[in-house]
């Protein structure tokens, strides 16, 4: 009797640990799979592929993640990615180029602005999330095809084109820059004040703003970041392929939402975190990159992208309700 | 009473969650034409006991009797059409639909195969809300009516379908005593019509106004029954407690009259008006009255939560501009809100997060939290209070009522305040953790801080509380002394 109490003592720890650690697990298995299915996989330079590739999703669902802690959303990242990128290409073309870094600080700031048109409707206007960033998905996406003329910028310095295709110590630039940002805003969702707030105001905005938490500001504030890391998404996106296309980054929000949501942050806000959405950004990135290695074509790719994100939140959903 | 096989039976039934039981052996008997109260603390397995007998959850052991066949009910709705019903703590409305609707939500009466016959739900939920004695329309929209009419609507919803067994989980917690006396009129009338009836209430003045027998559970472990004429007041609480209690005593008189806290014709179109008092140092100042006399409106408003059209407000002499929390948080006020799980805790975050997060400005420089500052504040805060928590890390939500005030309190505390206002600190908590409430507005205010206190509990008021200002209709009605105040003065003037 006491021996079978132990034994379903043990198994309930088990079953606790995966429960809790279920998402890793899954790009554990993944990753092994992916090692065992495909020669190629388990390469130097598929796996920096890999990494150089995941990057621009990264950076986006870092944002995301802030946005949706608050229980927002954003669908505009695409479109802000797009002019962001166009804006910082006209001013690195041809032989009137002007420093890179120029092009950085037009970027991000063109980003977080209209960041904060967004989180300015969002967090004083009270307009639902939803509506304002479907609103600046066509606006802006609408300006980069005014502003670029429906023509790709291209001609771009070579300076600027480092910052999408050049290594440092065969690490791709990208993948340095999406690595920065995630131990900045891992760091600061965990050990700042900002951070608390933020989840403060996702987990119960009422009860934030009776605790003194400035929750219009916060709110505003994750619109804000996430504008700005569009503007670095854009800039990357346009330095790798070498032009700023006006059609460039068109639905790049489902990846990064749902990075976010595989990784396990709730939609309802307050509850989740950076480290959830590396894994959730890691898993997306390998089953991309595993369905090329196998030839899969990426019209099935979004079927099965499609599906998987579902039944994660399913699985978590159950998972969840068992507590 | 009397009838030989009871309608609803519990035999030593048990439910474990994770390993842990919530109810190790309960039991209970509802008898046809009886009102039953189930009285324990917070966490003595009523509401998992409950969950067993309406078919939510399923007993690990143990079983339960229908009219003295065992059954085992798989779901709310198996128990609903087997005649018992459930009017749970939180309410099921659905704000944008009219009363008629949500009473008949779920078995809509058609009109044709598909349609719903409003005319005649309207004629029905009318006919019903009137034998019941509820004032309220069955043509409002739910979003339209009080908090307090919406539990009146939930009670008729239930007793609309027709049960031999109700069971009511705090259902006065959110009325007023002239509300709760209307709501105790239809549950007599229900027993006179042979129904079960299951009462389970912390306010202990109910259960002596209402029940005819009683059922004690403590740490999930049923502990007596017996008929309610046969137990007084002082023998319950100790049952439900466990151990003897001090008598409760009046607050000693007031050693200064040092303003702390000045009102001045402070004013909100619609809700309250011209209202000025003084909150002196050691004082513990009652606010008496019933939902909607602009009682929690006022205090919102001292807060900063909402606006006040008009009035000065003065701590310690110096007038203040209060715009928002943060503002009455600089100035030394702290606000404990009526409702902890809809506006005072983030229930998704951790207990010490709760704790800290109104002083994070304290335990941070440059916006990086200092974790073994914060660290300490915790786990002082919770050792003061006495939270139970298997650790500070874990999420608020699956803390007791009790415990979980205890944080709010304990969160107000972090920021030092010197004057602290409270909304119905103790509903729905049980008798052993109010009482450490209390004790804590005493010691508080003996270091020459004020409580400034809304309750519609009037055992509360009348032994914790140096004065009581009665609200009625957005106006203060009287100010009394709590030496020389009886209980019918106060109900006769908040009504």
Known sequence: MSQAAADTQTKKQILNWINKNGILLALILLFVALSVLNQYFLTATNLTNVARQVSINGILAVGMTFVILTAGIDLSIGSIAAICGAVAASLVVGDTAMSPMVAILAGVGVGATLGLINGGLVGYAFLPPFVVTLGMLSVARGTTLIFTDGMPISRLSDEFKFLGQGDVYGLPIPTLIFMAVVIVSWFALKHTVYGRWVYAVGGNPRSARTSGVPVRGVITSVYVIMGALCGLAGLILTARTTAALPQAGVAYELDAIAAVVIGGTSLAGGVGGIGATVIGVLIIGLINNGLDLMGVSSYYQQIIKGSIIVLAVLLDRSRRSHH | MGSLTPLLEAQHVA??????????????????????????????????????????????????????????????????????????????????????????????????????????????????????????????????????????????????????????????????????????????????????IVYVSH??????????????????TFIEAGAMEEIDRHRLVTLIVGEELDEQKRPEPLPSQEPLLSVRGFGRADAFGEISLDLHRGEV???????????SEFVSALYGLDKADQGQLLVEGRELTINGPADALAAGLAFATEDRKVTGLVLTSSVGHNISITSLSDLASLGFIDQGKERHLIDQATARFGIKAASSAIDVAHLSGGNQQKVVLARCMATQPKVLICDEPTRGIDEGAKRQIYAFFQEFVAQGCAVLMVSSEIHEVIENCHRIIVFNQGQIADVLSSETVAQTSLVHLAS
């Not at chain 2, 306010?203 to 999930?220: A, E, K, N, P, W």
């Open chain 2, 285 to 295: 100042l009652g606010i008496y009255g019933l939902m909607g006399s602009g009682r």
């Open chain 2, 15 to 196: 439910r474990a969650f994770h390993g842990v039981p919530a109810v190790r052996d309960g039991n209970i008997r509802i008898e046809s034409g009886s009102i039953h109260a189930l009285c324990g603390g917070n966490g003595a397995g009523k509401s998992t006991l409950i969950n067993m007998l309406t078919g939510i959850l399923q007993p690990d052991a143990g079983q339960i009797l229908r009219n003295g066949e065992p059954v085992r009910y798989t779901s709310p709705r198996h128990a609903l059409s087997d005649g018992i019903s459930l009017i749970s703590q939180e309410l099921t409305t659905i704000f944008d639909m009219t009363v008629a609707e949500n009473i008949f939500l779920g078995r809509e009466l058609r009109r044709g195969r598909i349609g719903v016959n409003h005319k005649q739900q309207n004629e029905e939920a009318e006919a019903l809300l009137k034998r019941l004695g509820f004032p309220i329309s069955p043509t409002q929209t739910m979003a339209t009516l009080s908090l307090a009419e919406m539990q009146l609507v939930e009670i008729a919803k239930a007793i609309g379908r027709d049960m031999q067994v109700l069971i009511m989980d705090e259902p006065t917690s959110a009325l007023g005593e002239a509300e709760a006396e209307r709501l105790f009129t239809a549950v007599e009338a229900l027993r006179d019509h042979d129904v079960g």
């Open chain 2, 203 to 220: 306010r202990l003045s109910d259960l002596f106004r209402i029940c005819d027998s009683y059922t004690v559970m403590r740490d999930g």
